[in-house]
């Protein structure tokens, strides 16, 4: 997070800060010099008009201030006309002032119209040309400041100077709630600025679970938890907080939203819940579609193999009783017996009740042993294509059994179960049966599935499928996780009844 500071400028620009010169700036020489020039005029002036003679005695004269008093120069007896004089001492006096002026700092000015201390002279009979210039008024011209927010000129006032350019200070607005930015510290990404507060909202990761920054661990840096499909983030802590999570899609429960318990205390979420299979009885025309799909790529299974939905305990006992199999822990969710026992199975769906289900009706029932299979159970509860996928791998158990496959491994027997499991979830997310990435040999639909005559399935259910392959795809475990890519990785090269020929006769896949 980058994170940058500023401060409000509170400048007043003074419009054309220009500098001239005043009165007192002029030497007292040169005030002198340019009095007697005065004095000599009108004194010339008056001596014209009158014509008299002229004498060498006059009394002082007063000129503008009354304690400045200086005699009129005397009579010289120089044969030079007055007029030649006068004008002598007018260039002299002229030269003094222009030599003092170019010794002035560059930008000071003056002039005679804006210097009350001198009187103005009379025009009249004078050459223009011994009239003191005026110089040029310099002005430092205040720079032009372009707003980096609406390109417009700042003028005067108040302005930011942020980011190499300029900025009304409204105009300088957050990225992202386009509110103007007042506090000293902001932060920056790239060359857009936020509010801190902004900036954390998009940056800072939040728990989906409690809807709070994820706090810094002892290092200062942000730890979090993050579902690898889901992409849920959620504080580590929520890990061993007793957070209910789905027994189906793996999410955590937030703290706006209540999931649903079963009897035998797993959670369920709501999506899930909306596609739930909670009986036998509801579950026998999903059961009947995968055989369909068997049937379809030409495995069909010629027994007919008892099929119950079980609770978590029932199913943990009859694990027990089973000599063979490979059982996927920490929690398995299907089971195919081989061996005769007696199960408790859900006969009637519960009711629900302030987000529990309620009511559940059970009934014990005796399995005897008629062929290599007994029966398939279920756990109860998931929702539809995940209770279809669990079908679909504990009837290729069972068609293993019956088409005489003995002593597999667990790598080989799991792996090519958890193929035709994977196999019938694609079935059932794509739509067009021609976009499927699927072995050669299967061409089968599920076009009997009950989701299929109600219309489809929404864009939930199809997310739903898309994990539970991504759980098949990426399982862990060496029989069912490396068994899938092993089995996958075979089939896709020589095809699925090619596949099992081999498995047959090598008990290993093809290389």
């Known amino acids: 997070m980058d994170s940058s500071s500023y401060g409000v400028s509170h400048v007043s620009h003074i419009s054309n800060p220009c500098i001239f010169g005043a009165g007192s700036s002029f030497s007292p020489d040169k005030k002198w010099n340019l009095l007697k020039w005065v004095s000599k005029l009108f004194k010339s002036g008056s001596n014209g008009a009158t014509g008299g003679p002229r004498t060498n005695h006059h009394p002082p004269q007063f000129q503008e201030d009354e304690n400045m008093v200086f005699p009129l120069p005397p009579s010289s007896s120089d044969d030079r006309s007055r007029a030649t004089r006068d004008k002598e001492e007018l260039d002299r006096a002229l030269s003094v002032s222009l030599a003092d002026d170019t010794n002035r700092p560059y930008g000071y000015g003056w002039s005679m119209d804006n210097n009350s201390d001198f009187p103005r002279p009379c025009h009249s009979g004078l050459n223009p040309s011994f009239i003191p210039p005026y110089e040029p008024s310099y002005q430092v011209r205040r720079p032009q400041r372009i707003c980096g927010g609406c390109n417009s000129d700042i003028g005067l006032g108040n302005y930011l100077g942020c980011m190499g350019t300029f900025f009304h200070p409204d105009c300088f607005c957050c990225d992202s709630c386009h509110y103007p930015i007042t506090e000293h510290e902001f932060s920056l990404s790239g060359t857009k600025p936020y509010h801190k507060i902004c900036f954390k909202e998009l940056t800072h ?149 302030a987000h529990r289900f309620v009511s559940m009706r059970t009934q014990p029932q005796k399995l005897t042993r008629k062929c290599e299979v007994t029966a398939i159970l279920v756990l109860y509860g998931l929702p539809r294509l995940l209770t279809g996928a669990i079908l679909a791998h504990e009837l290729m158990h069972g068609w293993l059994r019956l088409q005489g496959y003995r002593n597999l491994n667990a790598e080989v027997e799991e792996g090519i179960c958890q193929v035709l499991s994977f196999m019938w979830l694609e079935s059932e997310v794509l739509s067009d049966p021609s976009s499927r990435n699927m072995p050669s040999t299967s061409a089968a639909t599920s076009s009997s599935s009950s989701s299929t005559k109600k219309g489809g399935k929404s864009s939930v259910e199809k997310k739903l499928g898309e994990f539970f392959k991504h759980q098949i795809a990426h399982d862990a475990s060496p029989a069912y996780g490396g068994g899938f890519r092993a089995a996958n990785a075979a089939v896709c090269k020589y095809g699925l009844r090619r596949t099992l020929d081999h498995i047959r006769f090598t008990g290993t896949f093809p290389l």
């Open 205 to 353: 990761p939040k728990c989906e679970v409690c809807h709070h920054f994820i706090p810094t661990n002892d290092a200062g840096l942000i730890e979090y938890r993050c579902h690898p499909f889901w992409n849920q983030k959620y504080c580590p802590s929520h890990e061993c907080d007793r957070t209910a999570r789905c027994c189906s899609c793996e999410r955590l429960e937030s703290w706006d939203v209540r999931y649903y318990t079963l009897e035998d205390g797993r959670s369920l979420c709501l999506e899930c819940m909306e596609t739930s299979i909670t009986d036998t009885g509801d579950c026998q025309p999903l059961y009947h579609s995968i055989r369909d799909y068997y049937e379809g790529m030409y495995m069909k299974l010629e027994q007919q193999i008892p099929m119950l939905l079980v609770q978590r305990e029932a199913l943990n006992d009859a694990i027990v009783g089973e000599k063979n199999g490979y059982h996927h822990m920490p929690e398995t969710r299907g089971l195919c017996l081989s061996e005769e026992q007696t199960v408790t199975s859900v006969l009637k769906r519960p009711r629900l009740g």
